[in-house]
């Protein structure tokens, strides 16, 4: 956990994908308001990129949404601090030209979504002449009119990551071209369509940690690797102080193994502050041999929660309470929760009081 919030993971998994090299793959999981899809990887081939991606602030973002290769593409105007996170409502078509023919269309969008915090939702909240337009997708059909397409797009969750949204059944004969539009800071690097394939593309394995160790690690610089990426935690800079005096004060979990709490989804967690690393290792030897002709991608699939000390988080000063699921059953919490999180960082040591 490189900042200043709590991390509560409930489960972890290593889940290896053997496919073709022409198949791409990718989890349905984006954010997004429930209902929530089945969180499934599945198999994509014969993508097409748009022709042509001109953005409502006459900028051409065709060459930046061509591949997946760190040129992100610019978001909509900026909005001003407090407001971060947040653009001007912005459009970004895309022109795919013909689409007769795909039989399951998926749209990919891989990209990286500028998060906002409370104190952003605050001051939104007290403007109502600010618009907030969650990602939506339009389709234009051969009359030249907009129509809204019926689907939930979601945003990427934080970091750069890829997005699948189902098109089958969706779009009207003789669409071409099709509208995002939103008011969140969202920088994409590939926009593509592309068709599903059957799941017999791809196997998918999925394993357990067999070790995994809590423990002290501190905190890592966080910068930008190159202009308009976002900002990631530098492994090889490490500080033993926070860049913050306070922190969410309580009871963690307390060092050592953990791999009782990650195994399954049950709502026992490992509770992790600012500094802790939570290392985790997967047996090769659980996975079997790649098949000849095939390539496999890894993916890391995580369940749980996060809380940040933002002022204008309810308890987010504390540790407690615990996300709902976990007030169920104490007795893994009393033997567990034993480490002592002060809420004055310059109290703190490597090894935080335990009782």
Known sequence: EELREVLYLDEARLIAVDHAPDVEVHPTDRL??????????WPLAQPRIPKLAMGSDGVDRTQAVSAIDGNFAPP???RPPPLRGQTHPHTLTLDFGSLEGLREPVLTLTGWLQWGDASTNI??????????????LEMETPDGNWHPVPVTVGRPAGKTKTIAIDLTGKLHPGTKRLRLQTSFELRWDRIALLERVPRSAAQIHSIKPDHAELGWRGYSEIRSRAPHHPTTPDWNTVNQQPPWRTTPEGWATRYGDVRELVDGRDGKLVLLGGGDALDLRFAASALPPVPPGKVRSFFFRSVGWDKDADHNVVDGDTIEPLPVL?????????????RWIPGDTGAQSARPATR
């Open 123 to 136: 001051a939104m909240s007290q403007n109502r002449s600010l618009a907030v337009i969650p990602l939506t």
């Open 32 to 41: 997004m308001p429930p209902p929530y899809p089945a969180s499934e990887i």
């Open 326 to 338: 976990a007030e169920a059953d104490d007795e893994w919490r009393v033997r567990f929760n034993t």
């Open 76 to 78: 909509g105007p900026l």
